[in-house]
């Protein structure tokens, strides 16, 4: 059985918007996650069978005016496919 702990990220956000007497909008916002965003998957046991985690997670959303733009980055990925290290001595 895999055990994962639970970690609570620190989240930090910026907001921007802007408006003009020509109509010119310009909004942005930025989330990062530094510490990462782990994702489980367990089945109806409840056993986990897959343990996903993206570190250092930086999402950006801008809007200028028709145009809308969305990116992410990821530092690093790591997959853990529990369902495998079930049946081994170390779990």
Request: proline letters at 2%; charged letters at 25%; hydrophobic letters at 45%.
């Amino acid at each position: 059985m895999c055990v994962s702990l639970l970690r609570l990220p620190k989240i930090s956000s910026q907001f921007s918007y802007f408006f003009d007497e020509n109509v010119y909008v310009y909004l942005q916002i930025v989330v990062r996650l530094s510490k990462g965003l782990g994702i489980s998957v367990v089945d109806r046991t409840p056993e986990e069978l897959v343990y996903i985690l993206f570190r250092d997670v930086a999402i950006e959303y801008v809007q200028e005016n028709e145009e809308q733009t969305l990116r992410a980055d990821v530092r690093s990925l790591q997959v853990r496919l529990c369902f495998f290290l079930r049946h081994c001595f170390c779990c």
